[in-house]
């Protein structure tokens, strides 16, 4: 039994998920100065599993160009035993769903999440933006939807999770969404109803740390504490989605 799986069972905290799928390099900008080497032995030191990095897509200020992402598929797939994968958060820059990553780059990427961010994506209502998602996961290479659990950018989590069920894409429970201070808004609320829908439909989760440098990866606790808040069902939480 993974860690995630045993802390879920016997209600204890957990410490270092196994696998993260979320996480931020210096390539991302917002401040850190952490490599992927860095954030690798980290991981290595937190007996992780599998370390998937996911830099900002190059909309996003501060984050690095196409080159970096083309660049990826030729990383090395394990560092100090880590196992890695490589993929972007990228931008969905308009209600038609379009994203920041050409095709060419995203088809030799292992996996995509998909964000809305301000200043990029301009919210509309709920249906706008449920229908931005819904177009942006069309893509094969899309496997989780970032961090939808921020009020300024409503949508209709019904709608939204049997659109991610037919495209075999899952939403993330966002564990910086639900820290103290967060910048989002109404996360815990959202989140409450992002799993309520998602029990309802039988549609997996994964708790992401959405860490940006190596001090927070892996680390998943607010996230977990909540599923166990509202007893969301343990055999709905993924830790290792098509990895």
Aim: charged share 25%; aromatic share 6%.
């Amino acid at each position: 039994m993974d860690t995630l799986q045993n802390a879920i069972q016997t209600n204890t905290k957990l410490t270092y998920k196994a696998t993260d799928l979320h996480t931020h390099t210096c390539a991302s900008g917002h401040g850190t100065l952490d490599r992927i080497t860095d954030l690798a032995k980290e991981a290595a030191k937190r007996r992780m599993e599998v370390l998937g990095i996911s830099d900002h897509g190059p909309a996003s200020v501060g984050s690095a160009g196409l080159s970096y992402f083309r660049g990826l598929a030729l990383c090395e797939r394990t560092r100090f035993g880590v196992s890695l994968r490589y993929g972007v958060e990228a931008n969905i820059l308009d209600s038609e769903g379009r994203l920041d990553i050409p095709d060419d780059i995203l088809q030799n990427l292992d996996y995509c999440i998909i964000s809305m961010h301000h200043p990029i994506y301009s919210s509309g209502s709920a249906a706008e933006n449920t229908r931005a998602y819904l177009r942006a996961m069309r893509h094969p290479n899309v496997k989780i939807i970032g961090h939808c659990d921020d009020s300024r950018f409503p949508v209709d989590y019904r709608e939204l999770i049997a659109g991610a069920l037919s495209c075999k894409v899952i939403p993330e429970l966002n564990n910086v969404s639900l820290l103290p201070g967060s910048y989002r808004r109404n996360c815990r609320e959202n989140s409450v109803r992002l799993l309520q829908v998602c029990e309802a439909l039988s549609c997996p989760v994964i708790l992401s740390s959405d860490s940006h440098g190596r001090e927070h990866i892996g680390e998943v606790s607010a996230a977990l504490e909540l599923t166990a808040e509202v007893r969301f069902p343990r055999q709905l939480i993924v830790s290792d989605y098509f990895i």
